[in-house]
């Protein structure tokens, strides 16, 4: 059964920073590239950064701040997404993708909301 859990949202103060993790089960992660997507309320989902399944390379949407940074542990079949000097329009549900291209397949986990507050 595939599952992608993410956790690490909440409630932060402009300025903060959090760490979103998602956990993967039940597929070979590590073949997989792995995004991040979020979606604020009354928008449309977008893409915040892409990871390749080794990791070697990141990419990041045009729109995206330079104060987030994606990463992985293979070994722990976990992505991440360091959010630093958080602002109020960062506020999304914050979702974890996985996807592999040469078999169109993408799995999606079930979102985690951040919110920024004073």
């Known amino acids: 059964q595939v599952q992608l859990v993410e956790s690490g949202g909440g409630l932060v103060q402009p300025g903060g920073s959090l760490r979103l993790s998602c956990a993967a089960s039940g597929f070979t992660f590590s073949s997989y590239a792995m995004s991040w997507y979020r979606q604020a309320p009354g928008k449309e989902r977008e893409l915040v950064a892409t990871i390749t399944s080794a990791g070697g390379t990141t990419m990041y949407a045009d729109s995206m701040p330079g104060r987030f940074t994606i990463s992985r542990d293979n070994a722990k079949k976990t992505v991440y997404l360091q959010m630093n000097n958080l602002k109020p329009e960062d506020t999304a549900v914050y979702y974890c993708?996985?996807?592999?291209?040469?078999?169109?397949?993408?799995?999606w986990g079930q979102g985690t909301q951040v919110t920024v507050s004073s």
């Open positions: 993708n996985a996807h592999l291209a040469v078999f169109k397949i993408t799995y």
